[in-house]
């Protein structure tokens, strides 16, 4: 697995605080991943890379979701995320998806605001060096220049999966190892709306 980059650990913590109050106030229902990034930016909305984010992208944020509360010893969060057309999580979900949400209803969830910076910041601090991040627009010209010279490899992609892979080249990422990442989530989370 690619580590996680500024962009998954900005949004993943924008994610924790909106899933915590999923759970606390809606009792453990699941929310669609646009739906939540949705409630995200109603929490935060002038959060300008929150407000970049799609919902293709958001398979490493919810990883770093579950290592938040796992590191913490708490119930899955990211458990309450969901698939629009399936209303299940992705289909690599580890773990018991009713007994999870069950727990995470049943959890006092303000004890964990107190520890996301702490935890926001030792993630900072791992991400590897190479990851310089850029603008938005020299992000959007590298992509168009791969994307110009790979044109069948980039045949299938979606508006909203081009935003996740400028998103990813501004965290730091190479557009083939963006790409990559995209074309893997779509895998793995479907249609992720």
């Known amino acids: ?16 605080e909106a899933l915590a109050r999923q759970a606390a106030h809606l009792r453990g229902m699941p929310i669609t991943y646009g739906d939540l990034l949705t409630l995200a930016r109603s929490l935060h909305p002038k959060d300008e890379v929150l407000g970049r984010a799609v919902p293709v992208g958001l398979g490493p944020k919810l990883q770093f979701v579950q290592g938040f509360c796992l590191v913490h010893g708490y119930p899955n969060l990211a458990c309450l995320a969901v698939n629009r057309e399936t209303l299940r999580p992705a289909p690599g979900y580890q773990g018991d998806w009713e007994a999870d949400r069950r727990a995470v209803a049943g959890f006092d969830w303000s004890v964990a605001d107190a520890r996301l910076p702490a935890y926001v910041d030792a ?42 892979i400028i998103n990813q080249m501004m965290a730091g990422l190479d557009p083939e190892t963006a790409l990559g990442r995209v074309l893997a989530a779509k895998h793995d989370f479907g249609n992720a709306s």
């Open 1 to 16: 697995m690619i580590p996680f980059t500024f962009n998954d650990i900005e949004v993943g913590a924008r994610l924790v």
């Open 123 to 164: 993630m900072r601090a791992g991400v590897p060096a190479r990851f310089k991040p850029r603008k938005e627009r020299p992000a959007d010209v590298a992509w168009y220049a791969y994307f110009c010279s790979h044109r069948a490899a980039c045949g299938n992609l979606l508006p909203e999966d081009k935003q996740e």
